[in-house]
């Protein structure tokens, strides 16, 4: 038993749980298994998510790829919050290849987040993968330590937003990013 189980074992058991029943014997095991995959953002790097997806284009037209569904977990409850993510960017010379903006979002969702950190990170990653002129990313996230338990509250929603570049200095090019996602 890994170290991870071992824990997982002794949790439930002080929770009250008869760990020695049918359905718990393999829990622990599982248990680990899925928040070693749940964290498993810890252990990626940039470089190796974007595998070289970087490709030359003359195009400088704002790119969108909205609906970027994840799941992470608050660093506060290790609870999951989920959503969905949308960033926009303005590539200079450089586009990113299509997949590569989840994989940038599941590396760093798959990590104990705050919605805002996340945010950032996000859009930080996508500049350094692409040295595009801006970017911006909004996050939009139910959080479950918020729903299941605490405040109780079903429907309240997290925006978060972070805007770099031409994104964050100039007004139209925030707009045109704005009115792009609404469409959807
Ligand atoms: N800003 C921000 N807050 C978060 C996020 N995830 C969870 N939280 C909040 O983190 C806070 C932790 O507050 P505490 O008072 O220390 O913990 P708590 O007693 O469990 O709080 P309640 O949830 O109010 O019951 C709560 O207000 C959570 O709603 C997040 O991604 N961003
Ligand atoms: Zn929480």
Same mark, same amino acid.
């Given at each position: #038993? +890994?170290?991870?189980? +071992?824990? /997982?074992?002794?949790?439930?058991?002080?929770? $009250? *749980?008869?760990?020695?029943?049918?359905?718990?014997?393999?829990?622990?095991?599982? &248990?680990?298994? &899925?928040?070693?995959?749940?964290?498993? $953002? /810890?252990?990626?790097?940039?470089?190796? %998510?974007?595998?070289?997806? %970087?490709?030359? +284009?003359?195009?400088? *037209?704002?790119?969108?790829?909205?609906?970027?569904?994840? /799941?992470?977990?608050?660093?506060?409850?290790?609870?999951?919050?989920?959503?969905?993510?949308?960033? $926009? /960017?303005?590539? +200079?010379?450089?586009?990113?290849?299509?997949?590569?903006? &989840?994989?940038?979002?599941?590396?760093?969702?798959?990590?104990?987040?705050?919605?805002?950190? #996340?945010?950032?990170?996000?859009?930080?990653?996508?500049?350094?993968?692409?040295?595009?002129? $801006?970017?911006?990313?909004?996050?939009?996230?139910?959080?479950?330590?918020? #729903?299941?338990?605490?405040?109780?509250?079903?429907?309240?929603?997290?925006?978060?937003?972070?805007?770099?570049?031409?994104?964050? *200095?100039?007004? &139209?090019?925030?707009? *045109?990013? #704005?009115?792009?996602?609404?469409?959807?």
């Amino acid at each position: #038993m +890994s170290k991870l189980e +071992s824990l /997982y074992h002794d949790v439930l058991s002080e929770l $009250g *749980e008869d760990v020695e029943r049918e359905g718990l014997l393999d829990t622990p095991k599982r &248990a680990a298994k &899925a928040m070693q995959f749940l964290t498993s $953002g /810890y252990d990626m790097d940039l470089q190796e %998510v974007v595998n070289g997806a %970087v490709f030359t +284009s003359d195009n400088d *037209e704002m790119v969108v790829v909205q609906g970027i569904e994840f /799941y992470s977990l608050c660093e506060h409850h290790t609870l999951p919050f989920l959503g969905r993510c949308h960033i $926009g /960017y303005l590539p +200079s010379g450089k586009v990113l290849g299509l997949s590569k903006f &989840a994989r940038i979002v599941d590396m760093f969702a798959r990590r104990l987040q705050i919605q805002e950190n #996340m945010t950032k990170q996000i859009a930080d990653a996508v500049i350094e993968a692409t040295d595009c002129r $801006g970017v911006g990313v909004i996050v939009e996230a139910q959080h479950m330590c918020m #729903m299941m338990r605490g405040v109780q509250k079903q429907n309240s929603m997290m925006r978060t937003s972070v805007m770099r570049g031409a994104f964050r *200095e100039d007004q &139209a090019t925030r707009q *045109e990013f #704005m009115g792009l996602i609404d469409k959807a």
